[in-house]
């Protein structure tokens, strides 16, 4: 009789430990979900791209096009860029909080966003690039769309880039789809570059030939006076940037639906979501974490860098090297460059480490920011010191993006009951680099104004020819430094990233244990 009950005892353990195939249905599921396969990551990648193209077009362009398009007095000039970026940064960490509160709809929490706000965004961009006829509105028109077009698309990028987290459970899914997506948006400034600065490079107005006694005040009603061709080309220039503008335009849209046709957004595990917190709540989160805190602070100071590089090379390339008709191929060939070695970094990071990769590849970047100053100007010299700085310039692309995810990974294992508030840590990311380019304009075109800049001259006076090398060469090399004696700091390194990735491989392999067991006990 006892014997009898052993028996029926040991065959209900055997049923419970046996593996159902309902059980083993949904492990392979949950291990399947981490993997994507190549039309996703490239799907995915192709999302990043409008971001970029806008965000090349701005940001090469918009100065010299307020300045010697709209004929903007640099004083105001510097005012519509300073305040249009800083209010863009006020948005970042805005929407971030929004969009981590968000609810779960059949698309996804990231997807209604980037959906929705497109169209909006669009017509944002391509009224920026237009020249009211009333001179007296022209401030106020450029601050309303450049604003307006900032914050939306900060409701594109901010959930993007949490997407991140959610198209895959697996950090080498997500270092690769980084990868991708990084190779795709470089390909996107070079797009950008191209499109806006051949388009607007066919239509190049002539400067005017001033003595050193006329200012640029002379100048804005000069095409008034002289009504002939000069005026003319400007009319043609003006449509050209329309044109261009059209195009980018086109190509955020079919970027934006092939982002929302080919990529699934996966639902966070089965954890609970922590609570809703408090917009001030997130802040203290986000920043308290060490560090997020250390990895923002630094790529701060070195995005500052590239971003006075990004918007004073238009300027130094026309007036300090005399490159007026070229600076727009010589953009082109710093973006070819860097779309061509963005797979070289990515092996060099996976080989070498992050942290070697971020002092390798920015302080590559330095020769070249004191040969392009210190080297007589010469049109080949050029091309070859930009093709060489584009691989520089890869790398500043590329690393910010793959390390953010092992921050966020780190404060998951440090706080695996704070669950949900992805968003919230790219969106203050996003908040500095856009903190840093709103200063970057905002001081370049105060600093050419202060030096006398002289709107559409064919020569400018020695002030803002110094003022330009500085823009381009000392203030970046300096503020590179400062970036990377910040990343000494970085707690994060290979050994460390590999161990978090252990401990969070660990937790979802216990929660589908959980749910297997919980499927098979509801099966028995």
């Known amino acids: 009789m006892a014997r009898g009950e052993g028996a029926e005892q040991y065959s209900n353990t055997s049923l419970l430990q046996k593996p159902s195939p309902d059980g083993i249905k949904l492990a392979a599921k949950r291990e399947s979900r981490g993997r994507l396969s190549v039309c996703s990551k ?130 080498k899914e997500r270092d690769s789809a980084t990868a991708y997506r990084m190779t795709v948006e470089v390909l996107g400034t070079l797009i950008g570059t191209a499109v806006q600065g051949q388009i607007v490079g066919m239509a190049n107005a002539p400067c005017i030939s001033t003595g050193k006694d006329l200012n640029s005040t002379d100048l804005q009603g000069a095409p008034e006076v002289n009504i002939t061709e000069p005026h003319v080309s400007l009319e043609h220039l003006r449509n050209a940037y329309m044109i261009a503008s059209g195009v980018i335009c086109s190509i955020y849209v079919v970027c934006a639906m092939v982002l929302f046709l080919g990529v699934k957004e996966q639902k966070e595990t089965c954890r609970v979501r922590t609570e809703p917190m408090s917009f001030f709540q997130g802040i203290r989160m986000v920043m308290g974490h060490g560090p997020y805190a250390k990895l923002v602070m630094g790529f701060l100071f070195t995005s500052l860098a590239f971003m006075f590089l990004e918007g004073n090379f238009a300027l130094f390339c026309s007036y300090t090297l005399g490159f007026r008709n070229d600076f727009q191929n010589i953009l082109l060939v710093i973006m070819l460059s860097a779309t061509l070695a963005i797979p070289f970094w990515q092996w060099f990071l996976t080989k ?13 970047v330095v020769p070249f920011l004191v040969s392009v100053v210190f080297v007589p100007s010469n049109l080949i010299v050029t091309y070859v010191v930009s093709f060489a700085a584009g691989v520089s310039v890869a790398a500043a692309f590329l690393l910010p993006w793959s390390m953010l995810p092992d921050a966020v990974d780190d404060f998951k294992v440090q706080n695996p009951e704070s669950q949900g508030h992805e968003a919230i840590f790219y969106s203050f990311y996003v908040f500095f680099t856009k903190f840093a380019s709103g200063v970057s304009l905002g001081v370049s075109t105060l600093s050419l104004d202060f030096a006398g800049y002289v709107t559409r001259g064919c020569t400018q006076p020695a002030e803002v020819d110094l003022t330009l090398k500085i823009l381009v060469s000392a203030a970046p090399i300096v503020l590179i430094i400062i970036g990377l004696l910040i990343f000494i700091s970085y707690p994060i390194n290979e050994e460390k990233r590999q161990g978090n990735r252990k401990i969070l491989n660990e937790q979802r392999e216990n929660e589908i244990d959980s749910e297997t067991d919980s499927t098979e006990l509801n099966v028995v």
Not at 81 to 100: K, M
Not at 129 to 145: A, R
Not at 352 to 364: D, E, H, Q, W
Request: hydrophobic content about 50%; some cysteine.
């Open 42 to 171: 490239l799907c995915y990648a192709i999302g990043g791209a409008p971001y970029q193209i806008t965000g090349c077009a701005i940001g090469f362009f918009l100065q010299i096009y307020l300045l010697d398009v709209a004929l903007l007095d640099p004083f105001y000039a510097s005012i519509i860029l300073f305040v249009g970026r800083a209010w863009d940064a006020i948005t970042d960490p805005t929407v971030g909080f929004l969009v981590s509160r968000s609810p779960w709809t059949r698309f996804g929490r990231m997807m209604p966003w980037i959906v929705l706000s497109t169209p909006f965004a669009v017509l944002c961009y391509f009224l920026i690039w237009y020249v009211p006829s009333v001179d007296q509105g022209k401030i106020v028109w450029y601050l309303i769309f450049y604003c307006s077009f900032q914050t939306l698309q900060t409701c594109f990028h901010v959930p993007y880039s949490a997407l991140t987290m959610f198209i895959s459970t697996e950090q």
């Open 352 to 364: 070498f480490g992050k942290k070697t990769a971020v002092y390798i590849g920015t302080t590559s």
